[in-house]
């Protein structure tokens, strides 16, 4: 029973990491109604972004991930700009090829540029803590709490600010969005820039809790994909919640299955949830 | 107000829609466009609001030639339309809904909101309400409650009582003509023309994309032949 609980416990924490750059995917796909499959080299740029920032330029861990922000959604923007957007009008299942193509020379130029060395944040070592059996890495909790806050500045982002509301009406019905005067094109962009904004942050706490090498964000790329499908793509509180789910169910697979096999939970969430549900867990996209 | 001329338009690589159509409403005219299904009457709307681009011809508003601009700065400068699906964004609150229809002109917002919750008590009663969740006839009237915000000088209606109950239609009327009566132009499709027509200023009968009829209202409704072939009567 401990097993399972410390199971659930790891899930959770991975979870939440998961849950940043599937917010982000989630988020691209309620407005531009494409998967933006670059997600995952995204991720491993805002990685080495904030390594760099941390342990070349000295900076503390918070202003590093600020950094990995502002920086992968430079490049995110520049990306759509120069490739993603200009294919839009050839269909959806295009751009989405067009992204995986982008994600390679992404990881390719990461890893030209760094090696595939794995490397590790400046980080003071610490003691687990211990409690009923089970065991958490203050670290991790450390990651997680980031991970909490940044979901909770989105959702009040989106909920409570008018440019965010607009980003809703946006994904909900452009072509009303524009007779009260919004521009889609401009919120559009706007959203490309918090989507892989995120990632590149989510990929900077996934650089925290473990080390990074050009392939990290790639490794995470079908648990994230996973994440958003299962929550409803186009859902940002679908998005955490299927994050969450995939954590769990992917920590509670160990117990079974080789650890080589983990990434079978989320081919499988996939494969049920657009057999069976292909709305995902939120049904309609809910941005 | 409104002058529309010669307008030819249509959807990417169909054939035209519209093949010259000619539409004017003056100040405070409630103006009805009816005729058979396909004649063009929605996609005129679309045209005059900028979500479809015209091909040829004019769209003049108070003088000024609006044909080229986007559906976003005619929103600026004074259409409104009500369309006659997925009129309101169904995943926000009804109070969310109010608040974007003020994005172009954010000022005075509480106060514009309250005015709309003055009149349209309905809405204040499902303020939190996802508009998704809203009946028929409440989702119109936020439709209309919305367009109304943006403080239009020109009101778009298509179809305002679609798929409404004989008591929602009475009460959409209600309020199309209480708009009426405080001076605002509109012009509108309706499906139920007979009804529309006779109390409208004036009304056009559209045929295949061009113009078939055009008179005052009233008459239009009372002549044999236009009741015979496009009203049913």
């Not at chain 1, 409690?131 to 991970?147: D, E, H, M, N, S």
């Not at chain 1, 559009?188 to 904004?197: R, Y």
């Amino acid at each position: 029973m401990t097993d399972i609980f410390q199971a659930v416990i790891n899930g959770v924490l991975t979870g939440a990491l998961i849950a940043i750059p599937a917010m982000g995917l989630t988020a691209i796909f309620a407005v531009l109604r494409y998967v933006n499959f670059a997600i995952g080299s995204l991720a491993t740029t805002g990685a080495f972004a904030a390594w760099m920032l941390n342990t070349h330029a000295g900076w503390p861990v918070l202003p590093s991930m600020a950094g990995a922000f502002v920086l992968v959604a430079a490049a995110g923007l520049a990306i759509e700009q120069a490739a993603l957007s200009r294919l839009r009008p050839s269909g959806a299942l295009t751009v989405a090829i067009a992204s995986i193509a982008v994600g390679i020379i992404l990881e390719n130029m990461l890893r030209f540029g760094f090696g595939n060395d794995l490397r590790a944040f400046d980080l003071p070592l610490m003691r687990d803590w211990r409690f009923w059996g089970l065991r958490v890495g203050p670290q991790q909790l450390q990651t997680a709490g980031i991970a909490l806050a940044i979901m909770a500045a989105v959702f009040a982002f989106l909920r409570f600010t008018r440019y965010g509301k607009a980003m809703r009406a946006v994904a909900d019905n452009p072509d009303l969005a524009r007779l009260f005067g919004m521009e889609p094109r401009r919120i559009a962009m706007a959203t490309v820039a918090l989507g892989t904004g995120l990632t590149g942050v989510g990929g900077a706490l996934l650089g925290l809790d473990s080390a990074i090498d050009p392939m990290s964000g790639s490794r995470l790329l079908l648990p994230i994909f996973a994440a958003a499908v299962l929550g409803g793509l186009g859902s940002i509180p679908g998005a955490v919640a299927g994050a969450i789910l995939i954590g769990i169910g992917e920590e509670l697979s160990l117990l079974v299955i080789p650890a080589t096999y983990r990434s079978a939970v989320g081919f499988l969430t996939i494969l049920l949830v657009l057999s069976f549900r292909p709305g995902g867990l939120f049904g309609e996209r809910a941005a | 107000m409104l002058e529309v001329a010669g307008l030819v338009a249509g959807y990417a690589s169909a054939e035209q829609i519209l093949k010259g159509v000619s539409v004017e409403v003056g100040a405070g005219e409630l103006v009805t466009l009816v005729g058979p299904n396909g004649a063009g009457k929605s996609t005129l709307l679309k045209v005059v609001s900028g979500l479809v681009p015209a091909r040829e011809g004019q769209v003049l508003l108070e003088g000024r030639d609006v044909t080229r601009q986007s559906a976003v700065e005619r929103a600026r400068a004074g259409f409104a339309f009500v369309m006659q699906e997925k009129n309101v964004f169904g995943t926000l609150s009804v109070a969310e809904n109010l608040e974007l229809a003020c994005y172009a002109r954010p000022v005075e917002m509480a106060a514009r909101r309250a005015s709309i919750y003055d009149r349209y008590p309905v809405l204040a009663d499902k303020r939190r309400a996802l508009a998704r969740t809203l009946s028929g006839g409440q989702r119109q009237i936020l439709a209309m409650a919305m367009a109304l915000l943006t403080e239009p000088k020109m009101l778009l209606l298509d179809e305002p009582t679609a798929g409404l109950s004989p008591k929602a239609t009475e009460e959409l009327f209600e309020v199309v003509l209480g708009l009426r009566d405080l001076g605002l132009p509109i012009l509108m499709v309706e499906q139920h023309a007979l009804e529309a027509l006779e109390v409208s200023s004036r009304g056009y009968v559209l045929v295949s994309g061009t113009n078939a009829a055009e008179g005052e209202g009233p008459a239009l409704a009372a002549d044999p032949e236009i009741r015979r072939l496009f009203l049913g009567g």
